[in-house]
């Protein structure tokens, strides 16, 4: 508010957000021909679509605290070196901390992409239903 005082938002049916939100989501994508019919009717099969939004008390349980830990062990991308640059969304290579001031001396390398296309080229990641993209060796 202007005189500085919070707010609270209205309460929000977690589910109806998330059905809203994937649905704009997957006709943006499909309207830019990023993605096919086909690849939507697959991740909407999956038990965890990566539209799900925690709208209600901690999550107290160690089975699914261990789940949601499992499910984010291997990021397909580093959030630290994504940045929104006005319309594009840039990515920079390995190792580059974009946080980082060069002195203006160079650009760090990087790649930048319609939001789409990159929303597009990170879920051609996703594994098909019931592959093990995690490994583990040893006693």
């Not at 109806?16 to 830019?32: D, G, Q, R, W, Y």
């Not at 965890?48 to 984010?72: C, H, L, N, S």
């Not at 901390?97 to 990170?122: I, K, M, Q, T």
Request: glycine letters at 10%.
């Amino acid at each position: 508010m202007a005189n500085g005082e919070f707010e609270l938002a209205p309460a929000i049916d977690s589910k109806t957000l998330c059905e809203v939100f994937e649905a704009k989501v997957f006709s943006m994508l499909i309207e830019k021909g990023l993605i096919g019919r086909e690849l939507v009717d697959k991740v909407k099969s999956w038990r965890r679509t990566g539209f799900d939004a925690w709208i209600g008390p901690p999550i107290t349980e160690i089975k699914e605290i261990v789940e949601i830990g499992m499910y984010t062990v291997r990021a397909p991308a580093a959030s630290g070196r994504l940045v929104l640059d006005g319309a594009q969304v840039k990515y920079y290579g390995k190792g580059i901390r974009p946080d980082r001031d060069a002195g203006g001396l160079f650009e760090p390398p990087s790649e930048s992409f319609d939001p789409l296309e990159w929303l597009a080229l990170v879920t051609s990641h996703i594994p098909e239903k019931n592959c093990q993209m995690t490994h583990y060796f040893g006693l």
